[in-house]
C-alpha cells in the first residue's frame, strides 16, 4: 500500500483525514516540520499533504514553506499537496510556483481531495517509470543512438535498425522535418560493422546547385575559378564508413545520374578529373518530400530510387506518437536544466495538457527547442503553457467586421464568459468545471483570479 504524509497541526484535522484514507493509503502523520522531516526521511512516501501555516508561525507561511522547501531538497520528484486557508491563495500559489504540486483548501473534502491525492500519486508512478525506461534507453543507447521512445511504431523502427544495420544495404529513411531522420542515420552506423569508420552527413538541400557536385565528389585543381587545389569530396571522406545524405529529394537530376553511376560501381571522378577513384562506403539517404509524386512528376530518377531504398524506414509525426512526447518533454527536461543548472523541476498540469494536445508541426526539433527556451529563461520551480509559448487561439473575423475592441480584450471576454458558464452548469463547483474545461485545478483557480471571479453555490472550494 503507497505511503501517504500528512503534516499539519490540528490533530482532529489529522485523525479525519487519517480516518477517511487509510482505506487507500498507509498515512503517516506528523504535527510539525521537523517531525514531518523526519518521518518523510524514515518513509520516503511519493505524496506529503502540508499545511501552509504550521508552528511555531501558525500565522503565517512561513513553515509550510520551509517543509517544502526541504522536502523538495531530499527528493525533487516528491508530490506535496498544500492545505491552505481563504485567506492563503496567494501563498498557495507562490508555493505552487516553487514546487508544490498542487493546493488545497480547509476544511478538506475527503472524496474530492482523494481524487487529487491518486492524481498525483498516478503522476508518480508515470515519472518513475519514465526514469526507469530512461535508464534502460541509456544501457542501449549503442543499438538506438539516443532515440527515445515506446510507441509501438518506434519500438518497430528499433527492431528493423538493429536487424538492418550489420548489413551493407542502401536504406532509404523518411518523415517530417524534425522527426529524427539523422539520429536513425546514425544509430544505423554505431550498430553497423563500419562504426569505426566515419559518418559523413551532408544536406543536399542546403548547398547551391553549382557547388553541391563539388562537396559531393570533389575537384581537380584548375576545374573551374577559384579551384586553386585538388579537393576530397564528401564521399571519398566516407570512404570505409557511413554517408548519410539528408534530403536527397532536392539533388538536381544531373547529379542523380552521377550518383547512381557511382552507387552501381563503386568509383566516383572528381569535377574536372577523368581518373576512376574506387570509394567502399554504406549510403543511407532520406527525405520530407512525397518522393512517389517527385518521380511522376519527373524531378526525381525511379531508378536511383530502387538503389537507395532497399530497406524504407519511416518516422511518424510526434503528434501520433502518444505518450512519447511527456517522455520526451521530461527527458529534455532533464537534460537542459542540469545543463543549464536551473531548479526547474517539473511541468505543471496546463503545461502536460499543452503539450499532449498540441500538433507539433516541428517534431522533435520543435518540442526540443521548445523546452530548452522555456528552460533558459524560466526561474519558477513548474513551467507553464505561457513558458513554452502556448498562445491562444482567438475567433477570425469577417472581412467587413472592423474590429471595435482590442485582441486581449476580446479574448479576455470570451475566457470570462466560458468560465462563468462553465462555472454556472457545475452549481460551482471548481473541481468539475475544471474537467469540462479541460484544465487543471489550479489553473483553473488562476483564471478566477485573474477575472475576479467568485464560484458560488455547490462545493465552490473543491
Known sequence: MEKLLIIDDNSDLLQQLKWGLSEDYSVVLAEDVNEGIGLFKRHQPRVVILDLGLPPHVNSSVEGFRGLSELLELDPYVKVIMLTGNSERENALKAMRLGAYDFFPKPPVINELSVIIGRAFHLSNLEEQNRLLQRKIDQK???????????????????????????????????????????????????????????????????????????????????????????????????????????????????????????QEGVIQRVGGRQDIPVDIRTLCATNVDIARAIREGHFREDLYYRISVITIHLPPLRERGDDILMLANYFLRMFKEEYRKKVRRFSSASMDFLKSYEWPGNVRELQNRIQRAILLSDAAALEPSDLGCKVDLPTLDEDMQPVVRLREARDKVEREMITAAIDRQNGNVVKAAEELGVSRPTLYDLLKKHNLTPLGGSGEG
Do not use: W
Not at 539523422?182 to 554505431?190: G, K, S, T, W
Not at 543536399?204 to 577559384?226: Q, R, V
Not at 564521399?235 to 554517408?243: H, M, V
Not at 534530403?247 to 542523380?256: A, D, H, K, T, V
Open 141 to 263: 543507447s549503442s543499438e538506438s543512438g539516443g532515440m527515445i521512445g515506446q510507441c509501438p511504431e518506434m519500438l518497430s523502427i528499433f527492431s528493423t535498425i538493429k536487424k538492418v544495420a550489420p548489413s551493407d544495404v542502401s536504406i532509404f529513411i523518411t518523415g517530417e522535418n524534425g522527426t529524427g531522420k539523422e539520429l536513425v542515420a546514425q544509430a544505423i552506423h554505431e550498430a553497423s560493422l563500419r562504426k569505426k569508420g566515419p559518418f559523413i552527413p551532408i544536406n543536399c538541400g542546403a548547398i547551391p546547385d553549382n557547388l553541391l557536385e563539388s562537396e559531393l565528389f570533389g575537384h581537380e585543381k584548375g576545374s573551374f575559378t577559384g579551384a586553386h587545389a585538388t579537393v576530397q569530396g564528401k564521399l571519398q571522406y566516407a570512404d570505409k564508413g557511413t554517408l548519410f545524405l539528408d534530403e536527397i529529394g532536392e539533388l538536381p537530376f544531373n547529379l542523380q545520374v552521377k550518383l547512381l553511376r557511382f552507387l
